[in-house]
């Protein structure tokens, strides 16, 4: 994958594909290969590397040797931050407990 060295905008709401690309590494503790994300989930090598350049993934490569050439495998995996995102993605929208029964309270008198 390759790195763009340029600062990123700080994005305030992440789009539907980036949050859905953060789900899906959430979801895998190994991380993916770019080729399963770009072929085989559609996204963009462009948009995996600004998730990359925003702290959101990182890319852990490996080197194996199966005895024949040696290969480097890159896994794309989720960061904390990204983990972070995730879960605020997925509390989004939802009213605190107390909110919820503050608003029944007023509802029934």
Known sequence: MSALHSELPR??????????VLQLLAS???????????LGHGFSRDMLAMLVLAGLA????KTLRAGGPT?????VSITDAGRRADR??????????????LIEYRDNS
Request: aromatic fraction near 2%; proline fraction near 7%; charged fraction near 35%.
């Open 71 to 75: 290969i480097k495998i890159e896994r």
């Open 88 to 101: 605020a993605r997925q509390h989004h929208g939802r009213r605190p407990e107390g909110a919820r029964r």
């Open 11 to 20: 994005k305030r709401h992440l789009s539907p594909e980036w949050l859905q």
């Open 58 to 61: 990182t890319v852990v490569t």
């Open 28 to 38: 895998s503790p190994r991380g993916a290969t770019e080729e399963v994300l770009v």
